[in-house]
């Protein structure tokens, strides 16, 4: 096997585990490493959104599974109000979940299980998923004396 293929390998496996909640933090660390694959053509779109594909499937079943499954809760938790609700949005758009499975999630907001990808899913998720993935977001700034700015888009100033 060529070490491009080996890398190519090892990008897919580490890509399918990635946490889709923390994408962006993924994406600071390992940013400079993928785009060098990519420019060098080593992995290609196709081969990413692949990969990212089955890590949004995990994070719907993960939601699914640890918060809006979980026996025993004391309180109905909504499918908008998960970790990733534009990753169950996406599950729910494929054959991921049985029925049985469907008829167990919670929707408000007048949401059924079809209506909620369309409003709670991101056109192109996949492709949207990628770009974020190849161009990291810069770290939050804070205020000069190190404090977070709680109000950044208004001058009322506090």
């Not at 998923?129 to 770290?139: F, S, T």
Request: aromatic share 8%.
């Amino acid at each position: 096997m060529l070490l491009n293929d080996k890398l190519k390998k090892a990008v897919v496996e580490d890509l399918k585990e990635v946490n889709i909640t923390i994408l962006d933090w993924y994406s600071r660390k390992h940013g400079e490493t993928l785009n060098f694959l990519y420019n060098k053509e080593i992995i290609d779109d196709k081969l990413i959104e692949n990969a990212l594909q089955e890590a949004v499937i995990k994070q719907a079943r993960k939601d699914y599974n640890n918060m809006m499954a979980r026996k025993g809760r004391e309180y109905v938790l909504h499918a908008d109000h998960i970790g990733s609700p534009e990753c169950l949005a996406y599950a729910l758009g494929t054959t991921e979940f049985s029925q049985k499975e469907i008829n167990k999630i919670h929707f408000d907001h007048g949401d059924t299980a079809e209506s909620f990808p369309k409003e709670c899913g991101r056109e192109n998720l996949l492709s949207v998923l990628r770009e974020e993935l190849l161009n990291p977001k810069p770290l939050p700034e804070f205020s000069g004396e190190g404090h977070y700015d709680e109000h950044p888009t208004c001058s009322c100033g506090h």
